[in-house]
């Protein structure tokens, strides 16, 4: 860090957001700051890294970069994935990280030495591989934990954030782990900002054409959609059912109702009882016992329900009952159809592919983007409604105005889904530079940074 110059390490970097929280914040306290060394192996991904930052290094798996071609460098960034460690190599009471991602992090840093870190990972690492329910770590974080601080020697504290409470309408928990030679790092301080969807989205793009979004909004006025799903699995006021809007056939008032009450009463464990088998979200139901909470003669219900059997919303078939099998591993368990019950009425509720499954509400905030879903998000526009833009999803977390993924949008979501929030990263390392700054301007070198140059810093 000699003449207020940083050097950095980006692994698994992705969209490079890490990078970009962290140059931010340093450029801004009077560093110049360089990458020495981008380690990326989705090919969009390094189109994209390319796209928008300058790299001396790009390099590709990081498996196959031997340390003795890492230059040197004062601070280590990476998002690495969440892995389950081996039970094999106990070391110390804790799990070997041998094979993992995490370890190439810890090669690194046991052979270069460098001042910090500062790693990333989803909010499930904080509980992932849990010993027993009453412990508030589980032995992945315990083992990363311990790596760091008794093996490498560093002060390292952790923290998870909510990108929601940093001016995001997104809510998207993370955990951050951060370290430095020198002091602990207090990641505690911030002051929640709150936005709604609106500060983000775009307006006057073209709407969606299609059938089935024409039946939507034929059924409801577009105020009348915001933050509803559209699933057959699911009830509740805020979800919108195929046969609410008649998607494979429409139906009658009294149809519909029939449908919502069977869709719930399906779920009562007194019919299992009933019929003889154990319960199971969702059973079928006969003619009988829907007549007992839908007041119709038998011939206009059954009339009703096979209406609907034709046109796709019901199905009429057997009781499933539980079967467990011994196997070499245990015990398996499964459902299959009985044959001695009486058939009846259930919802078809397959994995049904509906063109959106929900639609955002401007007032509100998005849900965590996962790139699986997010091309089944709808975004209201007008009179209209539309699939949230790649632009969209990079205000969503935090990226400037001239970032930029020029690949094509599928491959676009999967980066943004396995993105970080900017704004949280810029806080956690404003924490990482308050240690830095104050560590520099004391022009104290630890006898085991040979890395840090011996001359006199600046007072900040």
């Known amino acids: 860090m000699e003449n207020k110059k940083i050097k950095f390490i980006d692994l698994f970097a992705g969209l490079g957001g890490i990078r970009?929280?962290?140059?931010?914040v340093f450029k801004n306290l009077g560093y110049e700051t360089e990458c020495v060394m981008t380690s990326e192996i989705k090919p969009y991904a390094v189109k994209t890294l390319k796209h928008n930052f300058a790299h001396n290094f790009l390099a590709g798996d990081i498996f196959e970069i031997e340390n003795e071609f890492i230059p040197d460098f004062d601070f280590l960034l990476g998002g690495f994935p969440c892995q389950p460690f081996s039970a094999s190599g106990k070391r110390q009471g804790f799990l070997d990280t041998r094979g993992t991602l995490f370890f190439e992090i810890e090669r690194i840093l046991r052979d270069k030495k460098p001042y910090g870190f500062i790693?990333?990972?989803?909010?499930?690492?904080?509980?992932h591989d849990l010993e027993t329910k009453n412990h508030e770590i589980g032995r992945t974080l315990s083992t990363i934990l311990n790596t760091l601080e008794n093996d490498l020697k560093y002060k390292v504290s952790w923290k998870v954030f909510d990108s929601l409470e940093f001016g995001l309408p997104q809510s998207r928990k993370r955990i951050f782990i951060v370290g430095t030679k020198n002091e602990k790092v207090n990641l505690d301080g911030n002051e929640p900002i709150f936005n709604t969807l609106k500060s983000i989205l775009q307006k006057g793009l073209s709407p969606l054409k299609s059938d089935f979004v024409d039946k939507l909004l034929s059924h409801f006025k577009i105020e009348d959609l915001y933050g509803k799903s559209i699933k057959d699995k699911r009830g509740g006021d805020n979800n919108i059912h195929s046969w609410d809007i008649g998607i494979k056939g429409e139906v009658s008032v009294?149809?519909?109702r029939l449908l919502n009450k069977l869709f719930k009463e399906r779920r009562r464990k007194q019919w299992a009882e009933e019929i003889g088998i154990e319960w199971m979200d969702g059973m079928t139901l006969t003619l009988e016992q829907i007549n007992t909470f839908i007041k119709k003669t038998k011939a206009e219900l059954k009339k009703m329900l096979d209406d609907l059997v034709e046109k796709g919303y019901l199905k009429f078939e057997y009781p499933k009952k539980l079967v467990k099998e011994p196997t070499e591993n245990g015990i398996k368990t499964y459902r299959e159809y009985d044959l001695t019950k009486p058939k009846g009425y259930n919802i078809v509720t397959g994995k049904l592919s509906f063109e959106i499954n929900k639609i955002l509400d401007p007032n509100s905030i998005a849900p965590t983007l996962v790139a699986t879903d997010v091309s089944r998000l709808a975004v209201p526009d007008g009179e209209g409604l539309r699939r949230l833009t790649i632009r969209e999803g990079l205000r969503l977390f935090g990226y400037p105005e001239w970032y930029e993924i020029p690949v094509k949008e599928d491959d676009a979501f999967d980066l943004l889904g396995n993105t970080v929030a900017v704004p949280v990263v810029e806080f956690v390392v404003s924490k990482v530079a308050e240690t830095t700054d104050v560590f520099l301007s004391r022009k104290i070198r630890p006898l085991d940074l040979e890395y840090i140059h011996s001359?006199?810093?600046?007072v900040h």
């Not at 970009?20 to 931010?24: A, D, K, M, P, T």
Request: net charge negative; charged share 30%; hydrophobic share 30%.
């Open 254 to 256: 009294e149809q519909c």
């Open 20 to 24: 970009l929280g962290f140059e931010n």
């Open 119 to 127: 790693l990333e990972n989803v909010e499930g690492l904080v509980k």
């Open 455 to 458: 001359k006199q810093h600046p």
